[in-house]
């Protein structure tokens, strides 16, 4: 038990910072740039798909025994496709407004590449809790990311933070149209890099045994 | 009817094009635009794989799923068809088209997670468009993710040479090309209005 609480903290920050899904890993990208039109709508689907790479990782890791590995990937999918459609009906249910604009994007977390390459390196050769708490690290490092492309999107391009105004202008409408996504996810993403440079030594690609999933 | 045809199409392929205006298939779209030839092999795969599978799952979405109240089932469906379809492709190339097969293969097989080809399903079911108009939509979506991989390609055989900051090298750059590509569409935007 002494050895295995660092280890939990550890794929927490794993999926956070050096293993950050956007940033690092660069996959499942469309909805990051998609729905990042505000912090709001940002963490809802942060939040969705928290919820389903949490519950994935576990239902994969309880049946890893049961699979047959070579029918694993279908396996998966339907795994991922039950709980994507239960998300779907709840958000369907419960927010209206913000379903109209990121619904197509709901239905299509059933594809994210994310999700399905957890499963596939983590939670099918580990047991349930650390399973758990790597589909959950990751979840949070994704929904960090959506917040602050969602947060630098909204400021620059609306002027106000959560609903909230704070420049009291509208400087640049680009940014929360299409072209602005792109904008501020390679600006973010060469910053991680500089910060990782000077900070870090700049060994980046060095955590885990886990990379390439591509 | 035709005109109604070649509205959805040019709105498809131009205006709303998928990686531009709506994100979709962002991971194909960096992942194989580094080199021109393998970006038209997998621009045609793709086409191909979105007809086919537009019209397969409005037949199955349409004559069965609807009649039978499963709506809600639908992306469990979409994407059992879309696995299904291209899982068959590859025995069927594999048996019939060895070369064909060679230079495909490694896509088909990437093709089934893809976001982009679950979304022509999706959309056809939500617009609730009939058949003509899905396949339709498969095509222009199709053309246009060909066009977005084939700009970006050529672009990127020439970032190769290019002098960047080192902390931009790479995806951020790719990104930021990208940007600008989408401004370039913007200005399809008032094109047609659907």
Redesign the interface.
């Known amino acids: 038990m002494d050895e295995k609480k660092p280890n939990l903290l550890k794929l927490i920050k794993n999926g956070i910072f050096s293993e950050n899904p956007v940033f690092k890993l660069?996959?499942?990208?469309?909805?990051a740039?998609?729905v990042t039109t505000s912090v709001k709508n940002g963490f809802l689907m942060g939040v969705a798909v928290l919820f389903v790479m949490t519950m994935v990782n576990i239902t994969v890791s309880i049946f890893r025994g049961v699979i047959n590995p070579k029918v694993r990937i279908?396996a998966y999918?339907?795994i991922i496709?039950?709980y994507?459609?239960m998300t779907?009906?709840v958000m369907a249910a419960y927010s209206r407004t913000a379903y109209k604009e990121m619904?197509?994007y709901i239905?299509?977390i059933?594809?994210?590449?994310i999700i399905?390459s957890r499963a596939e390196l983590f939670a099918s050769k580990n047991k349930v809790v650390p399973s758990a708490v790597d589909g959950f690290g990751m979840g949070l490092g994704f929904l960090g990311a959506l917040v602050l492309v969602g947060a630098v999107r909204e400021l620059i391009g609306k002027g106000t933070l959560a609903g909230v105004h704070i420049l009291g202008a509208n400087p640049l409408l680009?940014m929360v149209?299409?072209?602005?996504?792109?904008?501020v996810?390679?600006?973010l993403?060469?910053?991680f890099?500089?910060i990782e440079?000077k900070y870090f030594g700049g060994t980046s690609g060095g955590g885990g045994g886990s990379h390439g999933g591509? | 009817m035709l005109k109604d045809l070649g509205t959805i199409f040019v709105a498809s392929a131009i205006i709303n094009n998928f990686v531009f205006t709506r994100y979709l298939g962002l991971c194909i779209f960096f992942g194989v635009t580094k080199r021109l030839e393998t970006a038209v092999g997998m621009s045609m795969t793709f086409t191909a794989v979105m007809v086919i599978s537009a019209a397969l799952s409005w037949l199955v979405y349409n004559l069965v799923m609807l009649p039978l109240h499963l709506g809600f089932l639908k992306i469990v469906l979409f994407i059992g068809i879309v696995a299904g379809f291209v899982q068959a492709a590859d025995t069927i190339l594999k048996k019939t088209n060895p070369a064909l097969y060679h230079k495909l293969g490694i896509y088909l097989v990437l093709i089934t997670t893809n976001c982009i080809i679950l979304a022509v399903p999706v959309i056809n079911a939500d617009e609730k468009y009939n058949f003509m108009q899905s396949i339709t939509l498969g095509l222009g979506s199709g053309a246009g993710f060909s066009l977005a991989l084939v700009i970006m390609a050529s672009i990127r055989e020439r970032l190769e040479l290019a002098n960047i900051p080192k902390p931009f090298r790479g995806m951020p750059i790719a990104f930021i090309v990208t940007g600008l590509i989408a401004l370039a569409f913007l200005g399809f935007s008032g094109l047609i209005t659907i």
């Open positions: 660069a996959l499942s990208l469309c909805p740039v998609a279908p999918i339907l496709a039950t994507v459609s779907d009906m619904g197509l239905q299509l059933v594809v994210f590449a399905i680009i149209l299409p072209t602005g996504g792109f904008f996810i390679g600006l993403m060469g910053l890099n500089w440079d591509h």
